[in-house]
């Protein structure tokens, strides 16, 4: 069973930056491929970002592409956020696959294991 804890979310003007973090914890937890999704009030949950196993492959949502950076180091993953607008405010969750290795996606119904959420808000 993989558990995922994340940390780093808070308050920030718009045009700041923040870091979350999202640490597994299991057996395998190295090896799967992880994601960032998010959901703000009233709205269905939505992809922002997901990086393969390995680390070599990385996805972005349209919205968040060239502000947003997913990055991993073994069972940790860290996704940093710059340039933030007040339409990135959302609880942001962590997420793992249910299997090790193979790809990662954008689609949240192919992921598994879910963190506790972390609220992230931007004023303007």
């Known amino acids: 069973q993989v558990q995922l804890v994340e940390s780093g979310g808070g308050l920030v003007q718009a045009g700041g930056s923040l870091r979350l973090s999202c640490a597994a914890s299991g057996r395998t937890s190295s090896y799967y491929p992880m994601g960032w999704f998010r959901q703000a009030p009233g709205k269905e949950r939505e992809f922002v970002a997901a990086?393969?196993?390995?680390?070599?492959s990385t996805y972005y949502a349209d919205s968040v592409k060239g502000r947003f950076t997913i990055s991993r180091a073994n069972a940790k993953n860290t996704l940093q956020m710059n340039s933030l607008i007040p339409e990135d405010t959302a609880v942001y969750y962590c997420?793992?696959?249910?299997?090790?290795?193979?790809?990662?996606?954008?689609?949240?119904?192919?992921?598994?294991?879910w963190g506790q959420g972390t609220q992230v808000t931007v004023s303007s």
């Open positions: 990086i393969s196993w390995s680390g070599s």
């Open positions: 997420a793992a696959k249910g299997r090790p290795y193979g790809l990662a996606t954008t689609n949240l119904d192919d992921y598994d294991h």
